[in-house]
C-alpha cells in the first residue's frame, strides 16, 4: 500500500504509530523516536531499522520497578539497587550486571521485555506528538539488545486495533489475488508463530483473492498478519488470477460464503459472468487509484478553505436550496466524507480532516434542516445547537454500514447481520443499507431469501437500475424458484454494467 512520506515531527492522529514503525524499518533508521501522550514521554533508540532502548518519564516504566513488579528480583535487591545506582548514576541494567543480581542473559531479555512492553502500549495512544532525532545515536553495545520491530507491529495492532479498522486500511487489497514475494519466507520467519501464521502461509496463493485467504476471521491477531503481509511487501497483487488456473473455473455457489465482494467495477465483468452462464457475482474492485485520488484532493481543498466556507458552501447547495435538498446534500455529503468512508478508500492518513470535515457538514445540516435556525442563520445570528435527530442517525447508521460492508467482503455473513440490521433500522430510506443487508441475509448459512428478497426489492424501488442491487436480486428470485424474474433482472445488470463501462 502506498505510504506517505514520514515528517520528523507529527502527530499520532494523523501518522499512526504502526505506520511509523514501519516507516522506520524501511529506512534502517538510527536514532531516536520520541513519543508524548500526556505528561507521559517515552523516547524509544533505534539502530539499524531496530529498537535497541528505552526511556520513560513514567517511573513505574522503568527496568528496576518492572522486575520488582513481576517478582524477578526481591526487596533487599532493590535496596542495594537504590543505594547503587545513587552513589555511580548508572541505569538499571548496569547496575543489575555489577551487583551479579541476575545473569546477563536474563538482563537482556529483561530489557527486550521492557522496550517490547511501553512500545506495544505506545500502540494505544491514538494521537500526540513525535519526534525523530537522528543525531541521538546510540552506542555499538545496544545492539544486544535488538526488538524486531515487526513483532512489534505484529503485537501492537493485534493489541490495539479493531477488527473493523485493519479490515478498512485493507479494503483497496481484499479483492486482489495475492502470492507470496521473495521476501515472504524471510517476513514470515520474524514473525510470532502461531496457527493463523501457519494458515496465512497455506492459504496465500496467486489464484485466491486476499479477502479469502484472510477467511472467516475477523479477529484482529490474524488481520494484523495480513496486515503487515500487506505492508511489507511481503505479498505482490495481481487485479485477476492466472488464466490458466482461471480457464473452465466452475460457477460461484451463490450460498458458499467465500465470494468476495468489491465495489468498483472492472470492464471484465461482465464477460467472466457471461462465461460461468451468469451465476457469478460481478466483478468489482475497490482500487486505490482515481476515485480515492480524487477524494484525496477535494477533502483537502475542502478542509483548507473550510473556514472561509458557509453552511451552504459546505453542503453545495445555493442559498435559496428547498428544505428537501438540504437533506438530500447533507446524506450524500456525510456518506462521502463519512471517516470510515475515507479509511476504506485507503486515505487512513487523513482521517483527521474527515473528522474535522464531516463535524462541519453535521453542523451545516443540523441549521439548515430547521426553519427557524436556518433563518437565523441566513440573517447571520448565532447557529449554534446540539445535533439534530437526522444527524446523529446518519453518522450511526453509517458508521455500521461500513462495519458490515466489511465483514461482507470476507464472507462473514452473520457478522454482518450484526451490523446492518441496526443500521438499517436507522435509517430504512438508503439503498445501500437495505441491498447490503439483502445480501447478507441471503448469503449467510442457513440462508433466508424471503427476508432478503424484500431488502433488495426495497433497495431497488429507493435507487432502480443499479447493477449490483439487480444482480443481487436476480440471484435470490431464482432460488426461489422464480427463474425468469430472476434472470430478467440478471440480464439488465450485465446491460448496466456494459453501458457503464463503455
Given at each position: 500500500m502506498p505510504a506517505e512520506a514520514l515528517p520528523s515531527t507529527g502527530d499520532l492522529a494523523r501518522h499512526s504509530l504502526a505506520r511509523v514503525v514501519l516507516a522506520l524499518w524501511r529506512r534502517s533508521f538510527t536514532g531516536t523516536l520520541g513519543l508524548t501522550h500526556g505528561a507521559t514521554q517515552r523516547r524509544f533508540q533505534w539502530r539499524d531499522g531496530a529498537v535497541v532502548g528505552t526511556a520513560s518519564t513514567r517511573r513505574e516504566d522503568g527496568l528496576v520497578e518492572q522486575l520488582i513488579?513481576?517478582?524477578?528480583?526481591?526487596?533487599?535487591?532493590?535496596?542495594?539497587?537504590?543505594?547503587?545506582?545513587?552513589?555511580?548514576?548508572?541505569?538499571?541494567?548496569?547496575?543489575?550486571?555489577?551487583?551479579?543480581?541476575?545473569?546477563?542473559?536474563?538482563?537482556?531479555?529483561a530489557v527486550r521485555e521492557q522496550i517490547s512492553r511501553q512500545l506495544v502500549d505506545a500502540f494505544g495512544w491514538t494521537e500526540g506528538p513525535f519526534a525523530l532525532d537522528e543525531t541521538a545515536t546510540p552506542g555499538p553495545d545496544s545492539a544486544a539488545f535488538r526488538v524486531d520491530p515487526i513483532r512489534i507491529l505484529q503485537d501492537g495492532i493485534a493489541a490495539w486495533w479493531r477488527p473493523d479498522r485493519i479490515l478498512a486500511d485493507l479494503g483497496p487489497w481484499l479483492g486482489r489475488y495475492a502470492e507470496p514475494s521473495e521476501q515472504f519466507d524471510a517476513l514470515t520467519a520474524r514473525l510470532r508463530p502461531g496457527p493463523d501464521l501457519d494458515a496465512l502461509r497455506q492459504a496465500i496463493a496467486p489464484e485466491r483473492p486476499l479477502g479469502e485467504a484472510v477467511g472467516r476471521s475477523d479477529g484482529p491477531a490474524r488481520l494484523a498478519l495480513v496486515w503487515i503481509l500487506a505492508e511489507t511487501g511481503a505479498v505482490r497483487f495481481h487485479e485477476s488470477a492466472p488464466s490458466k488456473e482461471r480457464e473452465g473455473e466452475a460457477a460461484a455457489d451463490p450460498a458458499s460464503g467465500l465470494e468476495i465482494e468489491i465495489e468498483i467495477e472492472v470492464a471484465a465483468s461482465?464477460?467472466?459472468?457471461?462465461?460461468?452462464?451468469?451465476?457469478?457475482?460481478?466483478?468489482?474492485?475497490?482500487?486505490?487509484?482515481?476515485?480515492?485520488e480524487a477524494l484525496r484532493k477535494e477533502m483537502l481543498d475542502l478542509h483548507e478553505r473550510l473556514d472561509q466556507l458557509?453552511?451552504?458552501?459546505?453542503?453545495?447547495?445555493?442559498?435559496?436550496?428547498?428544505?428537501?435538498?438540504?437533506?438530500?446534500?447533507?446524506?450524500?455529503?456525510?456518506?462521502?466524507?463519512?471517516?470510515?468512508?475515507?479509511?476504506?478508500?485507503?486515505?487512513?492518513?487523513?482521517?483527521?480532516?474527515?473528522?474535522?470535515?464531516?463535524?462541519?457538514?453535521?453542523?451545516?445540516?443540523?441549521?439548515?434542516?430547521?426553519?427557524?435556525r436556518r433563518s437565523a442563520y441566513d440573517?447571520?445570528?448565532?447557529?449554534?445547537?446540539?445535533?439534530?435527530?437526522?444527524?446523529?442517525?446518519?453518522?450511526?447508521?453509517?458508521?455500521?454500514?461500513?462495519?458490515?460492508?466489511?465483514?461482507?467482503?470476507?464472507?462473514?455473513?452473520?457478522g454482518a447481520l450484526d451490523f446492518l440490521r441496526p443500521c438499517v433500522e436507522l435509517w430504512p430510506e438508503e439503498a445501500d443499507y437495505q441491498a447490503a443487508l439483502g445480501w447478507a441475509l441471503y448469503k449467510r448459512k442457513p440462508s433466508?431469501?424471503?427476508?432478503?428478497?424484500?431488502?433488495?426489492?426495497?433497495?431497488?424501488?429507493?435507487?432502480?437500475d443499479d447493477p449490483l442491487t439487480l444482480f443481487r436480486l436476480g440471484m435470490v428470485l431464482r432460488?426461489?424458484?422464480?427463474?425468469?424474474?430472476?434472470?430478467a433482472r440478471l440480464d439488465r445488470s450485465k446491460a448496466l454494467e456494459r453501458k457503464g463501462s463503455r
Open positions: 513488579a513481576s517478582g524477578r528480583i526481591t526487596a533487599a535487591d532493590q535496596a542495594r539497587l537504590v543505594a547503587y545506582r545513587e552513589q555511580r548514576e548508572v541505569h538499571g541494567a548496569a547496575a543489575l550486571l555489577a551487583l551479579e543480581i541476575l545473569e546477563p542473559t536474563e538482563i537482556v531479555r461482465s464477460a467472466a459472468s457471461e462465461e460461468a452462464g451468469g451465476d457469478t457475482m460481478p466483478a468489482r474492485l475497490e482500487l486505490p487509484s482515481p476515485e480515492a458557509d453552511h451552504y458552501e459546505v453542503l453545495g447547495l445555493a442559498s435559496d436550496a428547498p428544505s428537501a435538498a438540504v437533506k438530500k446534500a447533507y446524506f450524500a455529503a456525510a456518506k462521502r466524507f463519512h471517516p470510515d468512508a475515507v479509511s476504506r478508500l485507503g486515505l487512513s492518513a487523513l482521517h483527521r480532516e474527515a473528522n474535522e470535515l464531516f463535524a462541519r457538514i453535521a453542523q451545516a445540516y443540523q441549521t439548515l434542516s430547521v426553519p427557524s440573517a447571520r445570528e448565532d447557529d449554534s445547537g446540539t445535533p439534530s435527530a437526522d444527524a446523529n442517525r446518519v453518522a450511526q447508521a453509517e458508521a455500521m454500514f461500513r462495519k458490515g460492508e466489511i465483514l461482507i467482503k470476507v464472507g462473514n455473513f452473520a433466508d431469501p424471503e427476508a432478503a428478497r424484500a431488502h433488495l426489492e426495497k433497495a431497488d424501488t429507493l435507487r432502480g432460488r426461489l424458484g422464480e427463474t425468469e424474474a430472476g434472470q
